[in-house]
């Protein structure tokens, strides 16, 4: 195993997928680019997005011009870098800079407050970082709509702090040059968003924001000879094995828990990586992370817990466990060529996302017909928290406490919860604090998101993966709303098409959805949890 990296695995079963892997070549092929590692079925997306394999060599030009544009803006007072940004637009920059140690304000809410608190941090020192590979993302242009307007009101010139990440000949890369962006930073269009880390949308808003990317590059580098190796010991088939080797199982579950690491996040960014590559045509890998690992953490232990992937030395080890280590830019790399090597495994296609333009064509369709809202009955009100649902799946719940404490019956003794919260994800951080306590009282796997965020990242497995699961939104209501400037519907309008669509493409699926609607806020977050304390496992 490479000194860069380190990848143990205690799981005997996996051998077998291994020696296959090797005797396959499977390592060099998709070294050299290889599209047909997928099936002839997968060949042409495979042919158009295999850039990432060679991504710490053919990044090395964005280094100068990235020091060059710091520079400048340093020079001109200019040191609170902002980034709009969803999915892989907005994971890597965000795992970069926290691991560095150096501030980054991530945008990647349509929630008002926290669009509202980013306009009003250090306005007149903010660059803009505006990220969008397609170039038509509904939230980063609506982000970007805000700046401009902020910009505009502060007396201040607004393209002059607009910087672009974007694909050669998007509309994003269009409107750029029309209006006199800062800068436009054209990305390798061979490369999807979620193998884009150690490309120009991570290292452009990471760079600014005065990371050392040139160290990633160096890291990721450094371990390309061994990912190349056809070999039992070459780390990312080691991983992929493992992976593989579980979903042929029936363990589908890959339960992501943070050790001793000095990597902060970096969960979070596997998540989609593996969620969207994998989930789909029934098949796939649901990511749980689960945080900081220990004896107690719900999720790491326990029946049906899945394969456990600990990033650095877990506090609590456990049987089967794997463990994942090494340097951010290597284990970028490492887990970018693992998930697309398991997905030949699994028979799936790593780098399309089938699933995940149906909630955002039901988003649309419900800002031009906002009162058609997604269709399920209010079935109970409690205090400050409103219940939605089918009454098939509320089963005739007559308590909050009681819906609660029954979640487990909606989905089968091998699926997972999946808790979506479209709130403040910093304002009303305390949502988090949920998935542990259903996942320890319903004792079923229990995913957090938030909300629109996630649609970019475990979005595509909710809908295309394993039909398994439970779902329950957590949406609130409004203070203050915000415009969106130039176009007919608010940030909160948003957010709520954002959130019934969705509902409204998981229902059509034949899987279980819950919306609990807190009408105060602050009120019905205290209720749901104080509530969900008081079921026993």
Same mark, same amino acid.
């Given at each position: 195993?490479?000194?860069?990296?380190?990848?143990?695995?205690?799981q005997p079963t996996c051998g077998a997928v291994l020696r296959a892997l090797v005797d396959d070549d499977v390592a060099p092929a998709l070294?050299?680019?290889?599209?047909?590692?997928?099936?002839?079925?997968?060949?042409?997306?495979?042919?158009?997005?295999?850039?990432?394999?060679?991504?710490?060599?053919?990044?090395?030009?964005?280094?100068?011009?990235?020091?060059?544009?710091?520079?400048?803006?340093?020079?001109?007072?200019?040191? #609170?870098?902002?980034?709009?940004?969803?999915? =892989?637009?907005?994971?890597?920059?965000?795992?970069?800079?926290?691991?560095?140690?150096?501030?980054?304000?991530? $945008?990647?809410?349509?929630?008002?407050?926290?669009?509202?608190?980013?306009?009003?941090?250090?306005?007149?020192?903010?660059?803009?970082?505006?990220?969008?590979?397609?170039?038509?993302?509904?939230?980063?242009?609506?982000?970007?709509?805000?700046?401009?307007?902020?910009?505009?009101?502060?007396?201040?010139?607004?393209?002059?702090?607009?910087?672009?990440?974007?694909?050669?000949?998007?509309?994003?890369?269009?409107?750029?040059?029309?209006?006199?962006?800062?800068?436009?930073?054209?990305?390798?269009?061979?490369?999807?968003?979620?193998?884009s880390a150690l490309t120009a949308f991570g290292l452009v808003p990471a760079g600014l924001a005065g990371a050392d990317v040139a160290e990633?590059?160096?890291?990721?580098?450094?371990?390309?000879?061994?990912?190349?190796?056809?070999?039992?010991?070459?780390?990312?088939?080691?991983?992929?094995?493992?992976?593989?080797?579980? #979903?042929?199982?029936?363990?589908?579950?890959?339960?992501?828990?943070?050790?001793?690491?000095?990597?902060?996040?970096?969960?979070?960014?596997?998540?989609?990586?593996?969620?969207?590559?994998?989930?789909?045509?029934?098949?796939?890998?649901?990511?749980?992370?689960?945080?900081?690992?220990?004896?107690?953490?719900?999720?790491?232990?326990?029946?049906?817990?899945?394969?456990?992937?600990?990033? =650095?030395?877990?506090?609590?080890?456990?049987?089967?466990?794997?463990?994942?280590?090494?340097?951010?830019?290597?284990?970028?790399?490492?887990?970018?060529?693992?998930?697309?090597?398991?997905?030949?495994?699994?028979?799936?296609?790593?780098?399309?996302?089938?699933?995940?333009?149906?909630?955002?064509?039901?988003?649309?369709?419900?800002?031009?017909?906002?009162?058609?809202?997604?269709?399920?009955?209010?079935?109970?009100?409690?205090?400050?928290?409103?219940?939605?649902?089918?009454?098939?799946?509320?089963?005739?719940?007559?308590?909050?406490?009681? $819906?609660?404490?029954?979640?487990?019956?909606?989905?089968?003794?091998?699926?997972?919860?999946?808790?979506?919260?479209?709130?403040?994800?910093?304002?009303?951080?305390?949502?988090?604090?949920?998935?542990?306590?259903?996942?320890?009282?319903?004792?079923?796997?229990?995913?957090?998101?938030?909300?629109?965020?996630?649609? #970019?990242?475990?979005?595509?497995?909710?809908?295309?993966? #394993?039909?398994?699961?439970?779902?329950?939104?957590?949406?609130?209501?409004?203070?203050?709303?915000?415009?969106?400037?130039?176009?007919?519907?608010?940030?909160?309008?948003?957010?709520?098409?954002?959130?019934?669509?969705?509902?409204?493409?998981?229902?059509?699926?034949?899987?279980?959805v819950v919306r609990l609607h807190l009408t105060d806020r602050r009120a019905g977050l205290a209720q749901l949890i104080a509530a969900v304390?008081?079921?026993?496992?």
């Open positions: 195993m490479t000194d860069a990296v380190r990848v143990e695995v205690d070294a050299r680019g290889d599209s047909l590692l997928w099936g002839t079925a997968a060949q042409e997306e495979a042919s158009i997005r295999l850039g990432w394999v060679d991504s710490p060599r053919t990044s090395r030009p964005l280094l100068a011009e990235i020091d060059a544009l710091s520079a400048e803006l340093r020079q001109e007072g200019l040191d #609170h870098i902002a980034l709009a940004g969803m999915g =892989g637009s907005s994971l890597a920059p965000e795992v970069i800079t926290a691991t560095a140690g150096v501030a980054l304000t991530v $945008l990647d809410s349509t929630d008002p407050a926290v669009v509202r608190r980013a306009l009003a941090d250090r306005l007149d020192r903010t660059v803009l970082v505006v990220s969008s590979k397609s170039g038509s993302t509904v939230e980063t242009d609506s982000q970007r709509r805000a700046y401009l307007r902020a910009f505009a009101d502060a007396g201040i010139d607004g393209p002059s702090r607009i910087v672009v990440v974007t694909d050669p000949g998007s509309p994003l890369a269009e409107l750029a040059e029309s209006e006199g962006y800062r800068k436009v930073f054209l990305a390798d269009p061979k490369v999807g968003g979620r193998y990633l590059l160096d890291e990721a580098e450094a371990i390309l000879p061994a990912l190349a190796e056809s070999t039992p010991d070459n780390p990312a088939l080691t991983l992929a094995a493992a992976l593989a080797a579980a #979903h042929e199982q029936g363990l589908e579950k890959v339960v992501l828990g943070d050790g001793a690491t000095p990597i902060r996040g970096f969960p979070a960014w596997v998540e989609q990586l593996v969620a969207e590559s994998t989930g789909k045509d029934g098949r796939g890998l649901l990511p749980v992370d689960v945080g900081r690992t220990s004896a107690t953490t719900p999720g790491w232990n326990g029946a049906g817990a899945g394969t456990r992937v600990s990033i =650095g030395t877990p506090e609590h080890q456990v049987p089967g466990q794997v463990l994942t280590s090494g340097p951010l830019g290597a284990m970028f790399q490492l887990w970018e060529a693992a998930v697309a090597i398991a997905g030949r495994v699994i028979g799936i296609n790593p780098f399309d996302q089938p699933n995940v333009e149906e909630a955002k064509k039901q988003a649309r369709a419900l800002l031009d017909a906002p009162e058609a809202g997604d269709g399920m009955p209010l079935a109970l009100t409690e205090g400050a928290v409103e219940v939605y649902g089918d009454p098939s799946t509320l089963r005739g719940e007559q308590s909050l406490a009681a $819906l609660l404490a029954s979640l487990h019956v909606l989905v089968p003794e091998t699926g997972y919860l999946a808790l979506q919260a479209y709130l403040d994800r910093d304002g009303e951080a305390d949502a988090a604090e949920l998935r542990p306590l259903v996942a320890a009282t319903s004792g079923v796997q229990t995913t957090f998101g938030w909300g629109p965020r996630f649609l #970019h990242s475990t979005g595509q497995y909710h809908k295309g993966g #394993h039909r398994n699961g439970g779902f329950v939104q957590i949406t609130g209501e409004v203070a203050e709303d915000l415009a969106v400037p130039d176009r007919p519907y608010t940030f909160g309008q948003l957010q709520r098409a954002q959130a019934a669509g969705d509902a409204r493409v998981l229902i059509a699926t034949r899987q279980p304390k008081t079921v026993r496992p």
